[in-house]
């Protein structure tokens, strides 16, 4: 992870490590300081032992997650906790608030679940409803006074949920095939760390081949609905998450 990171920091590009946190020891996250990685995004989907070990499949590394993004906040990198909201975890939002705000991360994300392919099985199970989700809303606007930046990414469409109503919170939008990639430890690239396809491998073909190809324009053009093609807002959700299309 150090080698492929530092490589594309050389080239010029943002590198963000997102993990789980659980391989970043002391001693990596020095070796990855010093090869100026500076951004991390620590997925964090509850603060509950019980919880966290049978949403993340039966493993016990919660604490190695916690312990990663406290050290992290040590040597002064820039942290985002990262809480992906399902049914089976929304009843603990609050509590990732409040240890991102002890933490002082630089922000929280959230993300609403996409539920598509493997997941189906379990959709009962994981998805959450648009009134569930603007509970999350809510609380987070709510909470303004600690002064925790709080990101809602996707999908958190404008015509589905009025951003107007929470001005206390700030929503991304999905940014894969375009300014956003994702590399895994053997150089592999896809679209998204949730897409299965690979493009390629970056030792064996240029970046810049593997970016344009025809999959990668088929992603981008997925609709969400129809009308997302005429919406004034479409710079604001880009059509919410290209997986739910």
């Known amino acids: 992870i150090v080698k492929i990171s530092k490589y594309w920091v050389d080239q010029g590009l943002d590198v963000v490590i997102a993990r789980n946190g659980v391989s970043l020891d002391e001693g990596k ?12 995004i620590i997925s964090l989907p509850s603060l509950s032992k019980d919880n966290f070990w049978e949403m993340c499949w039966g493993e016990d590394i919660l604490s190695k997650v916690k312990k990663s993004a406290i050290n992290l906040r040590k040597v002064n990198a820039n942290v985002a906790l990262a809480f992906t909201a399902t049914r089976m975890n929304i009843w603990d939002f609050e509590n990732v608030l409040k240890f991102a705000f002890v933490l002082w991360v630089n922000e929280l994300q959230v993300n609403r679940f996409c539920v598509w392919g493997r997941w189906l099985k379990y959709k009962k199970l994981l998805e959450l409803s648009d009134e569930k989700f603007e509970k999350l809303l809510k609380i987070a606007n709510e909470k303004s006074e600690w002064k925790i930046k709080v990101v809602f990414n996707m999908w958190c469409e404008p015509c589905i949920f009025e951003h107007s109503k929470y001005s ?21 690239l896809r679209v998204c760390e949730q897409d299965s396809k690979v493009l ?35 710079s604001v959700c880009r059509w919410g998450c290209r997986f739910r299309s």
Do not use: H, M
């Open 29 to 40: 996250i020095n070796q990855l300081v010093r090869a100026w990685v500076k951004n991390y």
């Open 168 to 188: 206390n919170l700030k929503f991304g939008k999905c940014e894969c095939g375009l300014k956003k990639w994702t590399f895994d430890i053997d150089w592999n």
């Open 200 to 234: 390629g491998n970056v030792l064996e073909e240029s970046f810049e081949n593997l970016v344009w190809g025809n999959y990668v324009s088929e992603f981008n053009g997925r609709d969400l609905f129809e009308k997302c093609k005429w919406c004034d807002k479409y």
